[in-house]
């Protein structure tokens, strides 16, 4: 393909590319950023990395803040809250309808307002005098529009400097107008990246909206809720198809094609299945310790992956209906993912990809390559923490910071209705079988030898990184996209997935085989070199009078 | 599930806005200055996001740096930050210039960025860079603000007395890079020396490079506005410029200045105020301004390009007459198109902007000589949608932003100015001139066409 890469694989060492990219930065922030890059062995359990730090000033990073973690990313793919952006209009307008995660109202009835992106647009006087008042007003227009269900209120960072009272506001208006109103003190500057967000958002939601609604009759027989999966380019939509054929009852989806309806009776299931461990891992644990619903970690990016995760949650119900139905499934929908893998596969085995996004993506999306035969290179996530890099196991050693410490830990007492002993009991039972739950290894173990580790990776090393190794992809999002293209190599973005998907599932799987064909294989890179550069301009003789 | 449709808007809150913020402007202004990286002074998240608009946009690496502010730094002043990201870039970029714009963060806090900056200049080592600020609380302004704020601070820095050269300073507005490699063309076709601020115009729309650069080649250089004190004249595009603010529903707590202003007052150079050279009116205006200034005749290939244009204003207007339309944008683009639309004889019956200039609906209605047109200023879409509903719309010029109303509405949409993130070549939309006014014009046009065509039970095909 790329007529720049036909003489490859020439893999750099990568101590030495180590070295090279420290190079370039002054002493203190090259010792630094040295914690974050680390070169993997898979059998070293001591290896650390140094993740979830703070990025340093004027190094370019892919992250986003403590405000988009929390309304872009969790809140936003839920359709029946009005959220109310308090400050400036900046951070409103870029976080209106930027990220695809899709959502389907079962009527057109139904409520929607994630077209809507409602701000107080802070002006001079409000900065001077509080927003307080504005926020009331703002409130009182969403209630007036649309009657919503619940209203959510976000706060910015200019808002927190000023010392809005968010949370005072919101239940004034609570009180006033009879439906949940909750506020997030998620200004960007609380935390290293989107990660604090996910966590503030994690919080309110488990203590404001979960498990407020006791009067719904339990939502089927086998119950469960999907977490950290937000549908982007119709993702959801997928799995939510796989649940119903194998006869398990999707309660809610943190975030995916939600409602806080559904999250407000969230506490009546049977099992938590984690997808993107990173955003809301907070959630489950929570769950567990005041309900007792137990979790476990699954992955439908990959179509083993998906089989694998489809499996143990049939296992766990130890249902036989349910697992019949589970392996029926699987057995037909492999059979789709075979057809064409085998076509793809030859194509593009053999290649090499790197990527660099999320806090799960980076992970996930290696088993996808895998079963094309591409290897992932070099991986590292935008927002992870060192759990999602060398595994839950490492938890209790993780260093609390000052930027960790702003984000408050929830006290959690079991409650006294609504735990459930019997999930208790069948999670004992279970683990007893050797069967696995709050389990998560991390990306590194899964990575082979030799490859590269690198967090929050700066604008200024991808660029040496793709020089030096030229991958065959790289995978990252919108604002890396044309830096990497520009350096002849295709970018597939994994935040968006580049206006296609889904990618979660078997039909996922095809879609993302297909998807490699068409950017490894196509013409368009060679066409970089004008014909002229390389050949004399005059070709045939010139006759002279 | 839509909004309630209602006849007056009385809400304090904004649904959907129509305005981007300052810090965004001037970056990308900054983006126009040759071997400059913009520095954005707050926390990450602006810098993220305002990177993540343009890429959207342009389709075109950017980069801007975040000076990255803790909970600290919120509390105790962000200068240390400010010196480190300086530091960092510097070593990463080698930039000629740092462009930094201050969020509303460090505005509320009330950093003292000149102050940190005279400290960082004195550091050995850190003479050999030039560091720009332009002041961007976005609660004082929208994105256009922020994009004149920073061509203000910059003609302020760098332009020098000097000997007479002869040049003509054009101050740009928010214009696509096309715009901006046509304004060149157009004085290269006069044989006009000139300097444009800011030239994005390959750094916003660069070609497919054979070596990955850090900072894309291209832009205004720091020669070049030096000799802006020095020059024959200039043409400043647009009025309300940053003085939004100055006019908005707020009083700006410090003096505006345009770059013209500065150029004038500070340095006599001969100012020509004119709008964006949309349509034959105001394009007219500019040629004229041109031919004024340099005592030439226009080449014939643009009279030509004027002659097309008035053809096919004449071949397409059994079409578009009495088209009810609605246009949107940032003040000065809208303020040029609705003249545009007025003069193709479209009827521009909602016309809006985010911005908060008084000088904006004063405008509108001198180029539309009505008062029945809706005029929107400081609006938002929701307000936008509100009066379209009730009107009946043929037609929506603006950005994609808009994108939903016309899906509502059913009707068919034209997409200009920034930002245009669900369409293929945003970047190089041109606008300007008689050329561009054209291109607008077929579009337009075709639009309509298509609209009446795709309902047509016939389905004609000679039209
Ligand atoms: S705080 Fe101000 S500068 Fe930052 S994104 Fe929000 S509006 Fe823009
Ligand atoms: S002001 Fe704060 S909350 Fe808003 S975009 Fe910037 S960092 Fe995020």
């Not at chain 1, 929908?333 to 793809?344: F, I, P, Q, T």
């Not at chain 2, 994009?147 to 003509?168: P, W, Y």
Request: net charge negative; aromatic share 10%; hydrophobic share 35%.
């Amino acid at each position: 393909m790329i007529s720049k890469n036909k003489n490859k694989k020439h893999v750099p060492n990568p101590e030495e590319f180590k070295e090279e990219l420290l190079k370039k930065y002054p002493l203190k922030v090259a010792k630094k950023r040295a914690k974050g890059i680390l070169v993997n062995d898979p059998k070293d359990t001591g290896m650390e990395i140094q993740a979830n730090v703070r990025t340093i000033p004027g190094i370019i990073t892919q992250r986003g803040c403590t405000y988009a973690g929390c309304k872009g990313v969790i809140l936003g793919p839920t359709r029946d809250v009005v959220n109310i952006v308090h400050g400036p209009i900046g951070c409103s307008f870029y976080a209106w309808l930027t990220r695809r995660n899709q959502t389907k109202p079962p009527t057109a009835q139904d409520p929607n307002y994630i077209p809507y992106s409602f701000s107080t647009d802070m002006q001079d006087s409000n900065i001077v005098f509080g927003g307080e008042k504005k926020l009331k007003d703002a409130i009182q227009d969403a209630w007036d529009l649309f009657k919503p269900r619940s209203i959510a209120v976000f706060s910015t960072c200019p808002i927190g400097l000023i010392g809005d009272d968010i949370h005072a506001v919101c239940r004034e208006k609570k009180a006033e107008l009879g439906i949940n109103i909750f506020g997030f003190s998620c200004e960007g500057y609380k935390g290293v990246s989107q990660s604090a967000g996910h966590h503030i958002a994690n919080n309110k939601i488990f203590s404001d909206v979960i498990g407020i609604d006791l009067t719904l009759p339990r939502a089927g027989k086998f119950v469960i809720n999907m977490m950290g999966e937000y549908n982007i380019g119709g993702d959801s939509f997928a799995l939510e198809s796989y649940f119903e054929e194998m006869g398990v009852t999707l309660k809610a989806t943190f975030s995916g094609n939600s409602t806080i309806e559904s999250y407000e009776s969230a506490h009546d299931v049977d099992l938590n299945i984690v997808m993107c461990h990173r955003s809301i891992n907070y959630i489950a644990e929570m769950m567990e310790k005041k309900y007792g619903i137990p979790w476990f970690k699954v992955n439908f990016i990959g179509a083993q992956a998906t089989a694998k995760s489809l499996r143990r949650i049939a296992e766990y119900f130890g249902d036989e209906e349910v697992m019949a139905k589970t392996e029926a499934l699987i057995a037909r929908e492999l059979e789709s993912v075979k057809a064409v893998a085998n076509k793809v596969k030859p194509l593009v085995q053999g290649k090499t990809a790197m990527m660099f996004v999320g806090g799960s993506r980076a992970h996930h999306y290696q088993e996808l390559f895998r079963e094309l035969g591409i290897e992932t290179i070099a991986a590292g996530y935008e927002f992870a923490h060192r759990d999602d890099y060398e595994g839950r196991r490492v938890i209790p050693d993780i260093k609390i910071d000052a930027d960790s410490r702003n984000i408050e830990e929830l006290k959690v007492v079991k409650d006294k209705v609504s735990f459930k002993d019997s999930l208790v009991e069948k999670k004992k039972a279970l683990k007893d079988k050797n069967f696995e739950f709050e389990n998560y290894e991390g990306m590194m173990p899964e990575m082979s030898k030799n490859s590269l580790v690198i967090d929050d990776i700066s604008h200024w090393e991808s660029e040496l990184l793709i020089e030096k190794y030229k991958p065959d992809i790289f995978c990252a999002g919108i604002k890396e996209k044309y830096v990497v293209q520009k350096n002849g190599i295709p970018l597939k973005q994994l935040h968006s997935y580049d206006y296609g998907g889904p990618y979660a599932g078997f039909v996922g799987a095809i879609n993302f085989y297909n998807e490699m064909e068409r950017m490894l294989c196509t013409d368009i890179w060679k066409m970089i070199d004008a014909p002229w550069k390389n050949e004399p301009v005059c070709v045939g003789s010139v006759v002279e009078e | 599930m839509d909004a309630k449709v209602i006849n007056k808007t009385p809400f304090v809150s904004t649904r959907n806005a129509c305005k981007m913020c300052a810090p965004l402007g001037s970056s990308l202004a900054f983006k126009g200055v040759e071997g400059c990286t913009p520095l954005i002074h707050g926390s990450q998240g602006c810098s993220t996001y305002v990177r993540r608009y343009l890429i959207s946009h342009f389709k075109e690496p950017v980069d801007i740096a975040s000076s990255n502010f803790t909970q600290e730094a919120t509390i105790f002043g962000g200068g240390t930050n400010l010196k480190l990201a300086l530091d960092n870039v510097k070593s990463q970029y080698k930039p000629k210039i740092i462009g930094i714009s201050t969020t509303c963060l460090s505005e509320t806090i009330g950093d003292d960025v000149s102050s940190i900056l005279m400290d960082y200049r004195e550091i050995p080592g850190n003479e050999n860079t030039a560091y720009v600020h332009a002041q961007t609380p976005s609660y004082q302004g929208s994105h256009a603000d922020g994009f004149h704020e920073a061509i203000a601070a910059l003609v302020k820095q760098f332009a020098r007395r000097g000997e007479a050269n002869g040049k003509t300073v054009l101050l740009g507005g928010l214009m696509s890079p096309a715009d901006l490699r046509y304004l060149k063309e157009v004085m290269q076709a006069m044989q006009m020396p000139f300097v444009l601020l800011p030239d994005y115009s390959e750094t916003m729309d660069n070609p497919h490079w054979d070596e990955y650069k850090l900072i894309p080649e291209g832009g205004t250089t720091m020669e070049e506005m030096e000799e802006m004190g020095n020059a024959r004249a200039f043409i400043q595009f647009g009025e309300v410029l940053n003085k939004g603010r100055l006019a908005g529903r707020v009083s700006g707590s410090h003096h505006v200045v345009s770059a013209g202003d500065i150029l004038q007052k500070e340095f006599s150079v001969t100012g020509y105020h004119i709008p964006f050279p949309i349509g034959i009116d105001n394009s007219d205006l500019f040629f004229d301004a041109l031919k004024n200034i340099s005592g030439k005749e226009l080449p014939a290939e643009i009279a030509k390009e004027r002659g097309r244009l008035i053809d096919a204003y004449v071949d397409g207007h059994k079409y578009i007459f009495g088209k009810k339309a609605m246009v949107y944008g940032e003040e000065d683009f809208v303020i040029a198109l609705t003249g545009f639309l007025t003069e193709i004889g479209i009827d521009p019956v909602i016309i809006a902007t985010g911005g908060e200039s008084k000088l904006f609906e004063q405008r509108i209605r001198e180029k539309t000589g009505t008062e029945n047109s809706i005029v929107l200023s400081g609006g938002d879409f929701e307000q936008m949608a509100e009066y379209a509903r009730q009107i009946g719309l043929d037609l929506i010029v603006g950005h994609s932003k808009g994108y939903y109303i016309a899906r509502e509405l059913g009707i068919p949409m034209v997409r200009v100015g920034f930002p245009v993130h669900d369409r293929e070549g945003g970047q190089r939309l041109l606008h300007l001139g008689y050329r561009g006014s054209n291109q607008l014009f077929d579009t337009i046009v075709n639009a309509v066409i298509q609209q009446k065509q795709d309902n047509s039970p016939v389905g004609y095909k000679y039209m």
